[in-house]
C-alpha cells in the first residue's frame, strides 16, 4: 500500500484492428509492472547509498521541483514489506483487468492513476496543513497503491454484475454518487494504518471507478465485464 516517505515524514479479448493492442488478453502488462518494481527498488537502494534517492523516487512538495516523481515514486516503495503487499495486490487485481485490455493501455493506466493519487495526496494534505488547528504535517509519498486501488475500482465498476445491475435499476445519480463515495471510504479505512497514505487510496479507488463505468480499458465490441464475473 502507498506510505509516506519515512525520510519525509478467463477468456482473452480480441483486439480490434487499429487498437494498437494485439496483445489483448495477455496478463504480461502485470509480469512487467512487477519487473519494474524490482528494477526501482533496487535503483532505490542505489541512491538512498549516494543520498539522493528521494530527489529521484519521492513525491514531495512543491511538486514542481522533482517533477519526474510523480511517476518514479507510483514504482518505488520504503521498504521489501511494502513492496511485496503492493505486488501481492497488484497480482489480484491486476491480472484480470490485464487480460481483458492491452499492454499499453494497462501501463497508461497504473501509471496515470497512481500519479493522480500521489499527487492528490501531497497536494491534499498540503491543504489541510495550512488549515488552523488541523493537526497534519506536509507529506512525502511513494508507492503503487494508489494505483492498485484504482485497478480495484476499475474491476468493481466493470464486472458483469455491476453493468448488469446499472442496466435494469434506474437509480439516481445522487444516490450512486453517494454509494460510490461510501464504498470508497470503507475500502480506503480498510487499509488505515500509521504510515498509510489514505487519501492516495481513496483517490485512485475513485478514480479507478470513473475509469470502470467509462470502459476506458476495453477492446473493440468486449470489454471487462465479457471476462469478470461477480
Not at 11 to 32: F, I, N
Not at 112 to 138: D, E, K, R, Y
Amino acid at each position: 500500500m502507498a506510505r509516506h516517505s519515512r525520510s519525509s515524514s478467463g477468456s482473452g479479448v480480441r483486439s480490434d484492428p487499429g487498437s494498437g493492442g494485439s496483445d489483448a488478453g495477455s496478463s504480461s502488462p502485470v509480469l512487467e509492472v512487477l519487473v519494474a518494481f524490482a528494477v526501482v527498488f533496487a535503483a532505490q537502494g542505489i541512491t538512498a547509498f549516494a543520498g539522493v534517492m528521494g530527489t529521484f523516487f519521492v513525491l514531495a512538495p512543491p511538486l514542481t521541483t522533482n517533477p519526474w516523481t510523480i511517476v518514479t515514486s507510483v514504482y518505488a516503495h520504503s521498504g521489501l514489506g511494502h513492496l511485496v503487499s503492493n505486488a501481492l495486490a497488484l497480482l489480484v487485481f491486476g491480472w484480470p483487468v490485464a487480460r481483458a485490455t492491452t499492454r499499453w493501455r494497462f501501463h497508461a493506466f497504473f501509471a496515470s492513476t497512481g500519479a493522480i493519487a500521489g499527487v492528490a495526496q501531497v497536494a491534499l494534505t498540503g491543504v489541510f496543513a495550512s488549515l488552523p488547528f488541523v493537526p497534519v504535517a506536509p507529506t512525502a509519498v511513494l508507492g503503487a497503491s494508489g494505483a492498485v486501488f484504482a485497478l480495484l475500482g476499475y474491476l468493481v465498476a466493470s464486472n458483469r454484475l455491476s453493468t448488469g445491475l446499472a442496466s435494469f435499476i434506474d437509480v439516481p445519480q445522487w444516490l450512486a454518487v453517494l454509494v460510490v463515495l461510501g464504498l470508497a471510504t470503507a475500502v480506503t479505512l480498510a487499509t488505515a494504518a500509521p504510515g498509510v497514505a489514505l487519501i492516495a487510496h481513496f483517490a485512485g479507488f475513485l478514480v479507478g471507478v470513473v475509469g470502470g463505468r467509462a470502459r476506458v480499458l476495453a477492446v473493440g465490441s468486449r470489454g471487462l465485464s465479457d471476462s469478470v464475473s461477480g
